[in-house]
């Protein structure tokens, strides 16, 4: 800036505050990262420097005339503040930190200059006059310094003790004092001499220094600490208001006060300054990284910077005595204005040094108490901390490595941290450690490192540090985890192994396989899945007790993991069910390798059927096993499936063997699931019939009881039985809601037939599961008893054991409380399945139903007549009576009675019948028996079916055309009947009866069923032909 008037000089020094003094704190850029706002970068600073070198070189030319050096020194300058002004005023309103306010006044300051020259202008081009003095240029001028140096305040970190206020106040004056004392030997004195000036002038020739100092002793006194960024932006606005300043201070020098003329080379550093000023905020985006985030500044340059804000004071001091030096040396007399502001300088620096040695005791004592205690947390502490040199030597080691690592701290210290880590877990450690020190500390101070370390007795404990970063090397807080990472390894080895026999679990088991397959070549079979089942485990389990089962089971699981090869898997999957994987071993031969993967389950299901020892005495199981080969394209969970449909085969093919995946499995299976998804629906739209067989007393022929029997019409009219589309009589969820709608319809039904008379009770069977079902609540069979006034004598619940995980004492009070009702209950089943003599001794039952299978050979097999005449024995003296089902021969009927059975069902009497034909058979009463002369069942009106009658086609006329053996036989023409579901598997279609005597399976002579039915019924019979193959449905173990 310029003065309107010639006045004394002023010098300028840099310098920073002292430790308490305020510091500078940075708001350049906006609060939020990553907004955009001009970058000059490189193109600013070009800019920068050729506009104030061209105006230097036109100040030198002088212009081309002196009107134009006029223009340029007054209206340059003022357009180059408006330019600054404008800059902070922009970036100002970009900004939303608390320093929006600085850069406001700095542009206010910047605005006063523009004005002050404008007015300059105004008088020395426009006018052609002199600038009056004092006038509004100099008000303009003057207020430039203020507002600067409160937007310094704004930015100053103001001091937050009394003592740091005192050093601030003090270094403020050592600063000031001492330019003062050097602007007063130099220039100022001179100033004072008014040579007949009027005070108001001189006032003004004092006022421009003096605000030029105090300007210059706030930029010195303060002390900015904040990010690189701001330091850069706030340095520039402080060299500009510094070169601002020094041109004042040559203007007003006896120098070029006489000579100065507007567009000289002084008008340049003005111009430069304004243009600096307008860069300054801006500096920011040229200084940051990409990403905006902070240059950090090196730790030397801290060291610089703080040790010359430390000495500013002193420097200070120095200015001041070179004034009082150049004022005794070049004055008769020392002025009393030098003598009395040196005076009160050396004053300022004894007190900051009394409050600096003051505030240093104090803080060397808070240092040695913080060390202290560091130092006892540090001895104290259970964790290891050591500090390593960046050479990786131990430097020091914490007193707890004795308790942790088992020696002395002393003896680990020149030790190379290198030589402690286990090697095959040290190449991880260095590359952790190396990638931690090129990370940025503000975004990962420390990290974590978990590794093996030797201890003093040579054992590897796992050890976890901390590991935090000091000048280069690094500071490592440890911790013994080996326990932990032990307790994991076995919490990790429990989740993944079986319990009981230590076997990997299924999860393990279909990772390993799913491994296997990874690895698995293109057409290599070497890789094979064995599913393995124990035949008889519940039996074992049932007739010596659950720990003899466990015990069994880990016997098994000894024997099937000694058997495979160590490369291969042995896993229990649950249960009695165990699996193999066995991988392959680089046979090339296709065919060999399946031949060895063969024979190997082969010895598997030998060893595993060989006798236990359980407490005492050995025990027999076999082994069903299904084996299974990859295939290209087949992912574990298909792979497991398929050798468990092989296990599924290998138990209904009779157990006790090893069975091989086909697709066709896959197939039935299919089909299996397709008709349990049809069968969702068919109850609620009701394709359902209930059929009863009569039960017939083997001693009067009379019908005792009636067994109510489901099936299932399907779209195209052929009826299912259940033994057809679910795997057993109560199969799960859908077993349940048949259950529960077969009783309803019995009972119903029952009772309707009761009210025209017939009082005939009906027999529903129900399996174990269904019955215990919390869907089927014993009050529902109470409630259905009332709701059709049904008496509960009139029902009998045959309960038939599917399956061996039903608990027998639930399922015996559930009949307890049926039998309470008056419902008779018995057993179905008996001889097959899981309805054993430990069920018939614990469940109160009054009837006991013998199953088919061991009825059938009754007859043929000397074995099953005696096994049949122990259990009837055994029945009768129980008090039980007893139903032997499926006799469907004369013979097996005059062997039961005399074997003493009371009731028999079957072929041999009457197949199913619908609600007309069992009315029928009910109002007649009797069959015949062998030995009796019958009574005929049918009116003598109703006549054999004509031969034209037979050569009519089969047709699914209607659910009387599909009830079994239809009409009741006529007694004229005994016939043999052979049962369709005698064998583990059932054939497809419903029972068949073919002519007396007939060796061939009915399934194989279609046109004999056809022509025993026309003859005997009179009905047309649905024709084997129309049925498509169910799939095998037999039941595990």
């Not at 490369?567 to 090339?588: K, S």
């Not at 039985?721 to 309803?744: C, K, Q, S």
């Amino acid at each position: 800036m310029r003065e309107a008037s010639p006045g004394g000089g002023a010098t300028l020094d840099a310098g920073a505050g002292p430790e308490g003094g305020v510091s500078l704190d940075v708001g350049a850029g906006p609060e939020k990262r990553g907004s955009r706002r001009p970058a000059p970068g490189l193109v600013g600073q070009l800019l920068l420097v050729l506009l104030s070198g061209g105006y230097a070189l036109g100040a030198v030319l002088g212009w081309g005339s002196p009107r134009v050096a006029a223009f340029m020194g007054d209206f340059g300058l003022s357009l180059a503040g408006l330019v600054a002004c404008v800059s902070c005023v922009l970036y100002a309103r970009r900004s939303r930190t608390r320093f929006r306010p600085a850069w406001l006044l700095f542009a206010f300051s910047s605005v006063m200059a523009a004005a002050g020259n404008a007015v300059w202008g105004w008088y020395e081009v426009v006018l052609q006059q002199s600038v009056p003095v004092p006038g509004l240029a100099d008000l303009f001028f003057l207020l430039f310094a203020p507002p600067a140096i409160v937007g310094l305040l704004v930015l100053a970190k103001r001091p937050v003790t009394r003592a740091g206020w005192a050093c601030l106040a003090l270094d403020s004056w050592l600063i000031g004092g001492s330019l003062l004392t050097l602007s007063w030997s130099l220039a100022l004195a001179h100033t004072t001499q008014f040579r007949g000036e009027s005070v108001p002038r001189a006032a003004l020739s004092l006022a421009y220094p003096l605000l030029d100092i105090a300007l210059v002793s706030m930029v010195l006194a303060l002390h900015f600490k904040r990010s690189a960024a701001g330091r850069f932006a706030i340095n520039t606005a402080v060299g500009a208001f510094a070169l601002t300043v020094l041109c004042d201070a040559l203007f007003t020098s006896p120098l070029l006060r006489d000579s100065y003329r507007s567009g000289q080379l002084l008008d340049a550093g003005w111009f430069a300054g304004s243009l600096l000023l307008a860069y300054a905020p801006w500096v920011r985006s040229t200084r940051r990284a990409p990403a905006e985030e902070p240059v950090r500044t090196p730790p030397a340059t801290r060291a610089r910077t703080s040790t010359f804000a430390a000495l500013t004071p002193y420097l200070a001091a120095a200015v001041c005595t070179l004034g009082l030096l150049y004022s005794a040396v070049n004055a008769p007399s020392v002025d009393r204005v030098v003598l009395i502001t040196a005076c009160t300088v050396v004053l300022a620096l004894v007190l900051r040094q009394g409050i600096m040695l003051v505030d240093n005791i104090s803080l060397t004592q808070e240092l040695a108490h913080k060390e202290e205690h560091f130092r006892s947390l540090v001895q104290g502490s259970s964790d290891v901390i050591m500090i390593v040199a960046p050479s990786g030597v131990l430097r020091y080691v914490s007193p707890a490595a004795s308790g942790v690592y088992g020696r002395e701290a002393e003896s680990m210290l020149g030790c190379e941290l290198a030589s402690l880590i286990h090697p095959e877990d040290l190449g991880q450690v260095v590359h952790e450690i190396r990638r931690f020190l090129a990370a940025d500390p503000a975004c990962e101070p420390t990290t974590r490192i978990e590794c093996r370390f030797k201890s003093g007795c040579g054992d590897w404990l796992n050890v976890e540090s901390t590991v935090n970063r000091l000048h280069g090397g690094l500071i490592l807080n440890s911790r013994d985890v080996t326990e932990r990472v032990r307790l994991q390894a076995q919490l990790q080895h429990n989740a993944e192994h079986d319990p009981l026999t230590d076997l990997p679990n299924r999860a393990l088991f279909t990772r390993r396989v799913r491994r296997a397959l990874k690895g698995r070549r293109a057409g290599d079979t070497g890789v094979a899945v064995l599913f393995i089942d124990l035949d008889g485990f519940k039996g074992v389990n049932d007739s010596i007790g659950h720990q003899a089962g466990d015990e069994l089971l880990v016997q098994a699981a000894r024997r099937l993991h000694e058997s495979v090869r160590s490369g291969d898997t042995a896993a229990r999957l649950g249960g009695d069910e165990f699996a193999a994987l066995i991988v392959g071993d680089g046979n090339r031969d296709a065919a060999a390798r399946e031949q060895q993967i063969k024979d190997l389950a082969e010895r598997l299901r030998v060893a595993l059927s060989l006798p236990y020892s359980i407490e005492g005495q050995d025990v027999r199981i076999a082994a069903s096993i299904g084996v299974a080969f990859a295939e290209n394209g087949l992912g574990a969970g298909e792979l497991l499936r398929n050798a468990d449909l092989a296990m599924y085969r290998a138990k209904g093919l009779g157990k006790d063997r090893v069975e091989l995946y086909v697709p066709q499995l896959q197939t039935d299976a299919a089909r299996r699931t397709a008709l349990a998804g049809r069968l969702r629906t068919a109850l609620d739209e009701g394709e359902f019939a209930l059929l009863h067989q009569p039960v017939v007393c083997l001693h009067t022929g009379a019908v005792d009881v009636v067994t109510a029997e489901a099936r299932w019409r399907s779209a195209q009219g052929i009826l299912f039985t259940p033994e057809e589309f679910l795997r057993g009589p109560g199969d799960g969820e859908r077993g349940g809601a048949l259950g529960r709608w077969l009783l309803g319809e019995a009972v119903a039904q029952a009772a309707e037939r009761r009210g025209e008379g017939h009082t005939t009770p009906v027999s529903v069977r129900l399996g174990a599961r269904a019955l215990l079902d919390r869907a089927t609540p014993l009050t529902s069979v109470e409630a259905l008893l009332t709701r059709y006034a049904l008496p509960a004598g009139a029902l009998q619940i045959a309960v038939r054991l599917d399956d061996p995980r039903v608990p027998l004492e639930a399922l015996e009070r559930r009949l307890n409380v049926l039998r309470r009702l008056g419902v008779r209950v018995g057993l179905d089943g008996f001889g097959a399945g899981h309805a054993t003599i430990e069920a018939l001794r614990r469940l109160p039952v009054d009837a006991l139903t013998l199953d088919r299978g061991l009825v059938g050979g009754v007859v043929d097999s000397a074995r099953h007549y005696k096994i049949t005449a122990g259990v009837l024995r055994i029945a009768t003296d129980l008090g039980l009576y007893t139903v032997a089902e499926g006799v469907d021969r004369a013979e097996q009927v005059t062997v039961l009675q005399a074997l003493g059975c009371t009731h028999a069902q079957g072929l041999a009497f009457s197949g199913p019948l619908d609600e007309h034909r069992l009315r029928r058979a009910l109002a007649h009463g009797t069959y015949p028996l062998p030995g009796r002369r019958p009574e005929p069942v049918r009116a003598a009106a109703a006549a054999r079916p004509s031969l034209n009658a037979l050569a009519r086609p089969v047709r699914h006329t209607s659910a009387a055309h599909h009830t079994g053996a239809g009409p009741l036989l006529p007694t004229a023409v005994p016939v043999q009947v052979r049962p369709a579901h005698t064998s583990r598997t059932p054939p497809a279609g419903t029972p068949l009866a073919v002519r007396p005597g007939a060796q061939r399976s009915a399934h194989a002579l279609p046109e004999l069923v056809t022509e025993a039915a026309h003859r005997l019924t009179g009905t047309p019979w649905e024709d084997h032909a129309g049925r498509a193959p169910l799939p095998d449905s037999g039941a595990r173990d």
